[in-house]
C-alpha cells in the first residue's frame, strides 16, 4: 500500500514527542497510572456489499446467480500513548477477514476482455494500518466507555477465477473509521475491551463498501 509507508513514518515520528510528553507529566498529578499500552485481540465482520457491487465491481456486468460470503473473523494490534487522563493516540493493524462470491456469467462481454461463459469466483482478504484518537473515561475507573476514530489505511488483495484464466487484483485506499465499547479491569494494568467499529472502504474508482465489526481486546499498561 502507498499510504502505509508514510502511517509508519508518522508514527515513528511521533515516539520523541511521547518521550518528552512522559517526562514532563511525571511530575503532576492527574495521572496515576502508566501512559504506554499495547493491545490485541479478535473479532467478527461484515461487509456492506450487495450482489450489484460485485456484478459491477469486481465483475463485467455478465455475471447473473451471485452468492456472496460477507461474514468472516479478523483481528486488530497495536499500541497507544495517552496524553491525558481521556484522550490516547493509538497506531495499529486490523485485519477485516475474507470476502467471497460466486455467480455464472453468460460470456456477453468476452470479446471485451470480460469473464468466459460460466462460472467465476472471487476471493479476498481486507486488511491495514489505523492511525487514530481514542476519547475514554479515565482509566483509574473499573469500567468505562470509550470512542475512537482515524484513518484506515487499507488494501483488498484478492483473486478472480473463470472458466478460462485466473488472476490477482489489488483495491487500496485510506479512509476514516469510528467505534465506540466499553473497558473492564481485569487487573492492576490489564483491562478487556468489547467494541463496535466501522470502516469505510472506498477507493473512488472501482469499489465503494464498508465493513462492520465487533471485537474482543486485552489491552496490556506500561
Known amino acids: 500500500m502507498k499510504t502505509l509507508p508514510l502511517l509508519s513514518l508518522a508514527a ?8 518528552e510528553a512522559d517526562h514532563l507529566r511525571s511530575g503532576q498529578h492527574y495521572r496515576s497510572g502508566p501512559a504506554m499500552y499495547v493491545f490485541g485481540g479478535l473479532g467478527v465482520s461484515s461487509f456492506d456489499f ?9 465483475g463485467d456486468g455478465s455475471l447473473s446467480s451471485i452468492t456472496l460470503d460477507t461474514e468472516s473473523s479478523g483481528g486488530r494490534i497495536g499500541f497507544g500513548f495517552d496524553f491525558s487522563p481521556e484522550l490516547g493516540l493509538e497506531f495499529g493493524y486490523a485485519s477485516l477477514g475474507s470476502l467471497s462470491g460466486s455467480a455464472i456469467s453468460d460470456g456477453s462481454q468476452v470479446l471485451t476482455n470480460g469473464f468466459s461463459a460460466g462460472r467465476v469466483d472471487m476471493d479476498a482478504d481486507a486488511d491495514g494500518v489505523f492511525l487514530g484518537i481514542n476519547v475514554h473515561t479515565p482509566y483509574n475507573e473499573p469500567f468505562g466507555l470509550f470512542a475512537r476514530f482515524g484513518v484506515y489505511s487499507w488494501e483488498i488483495d484478492g483473486t ?9 487484483f489489488t483495491v487500496e485506499g485510506t479512509d476514516p473509521y469510528a467505534g465506540i465499547g466499553v473497558r473492564m479491569d481485569i487487573a492492576q494494568n490489564a483491562s478487556l475491551t468489547l467494541a463496535y467499529d466501522h470502516y469505510i472502504l472506498d477507493d473512488d474508482e472501482s469499489i465503494k463498501t464498508a465493513a462492520d465489526t465487533f471485537s474482543v481486546d486485552m489491552v496490556l499498561r506500561f
Open 50 to 58: 450487495d450482489r450489484s457491487d460485485f456484478r459491477y465491481s469486481f
Open 160 to 168: 478472480l477465477e473463470d472458466s478460462s484464466r485466473s488472476g490477482r
Open 12 to 19: 515513528v515520528s511521533l515516539f520523541p514527542m511521547f518521550a
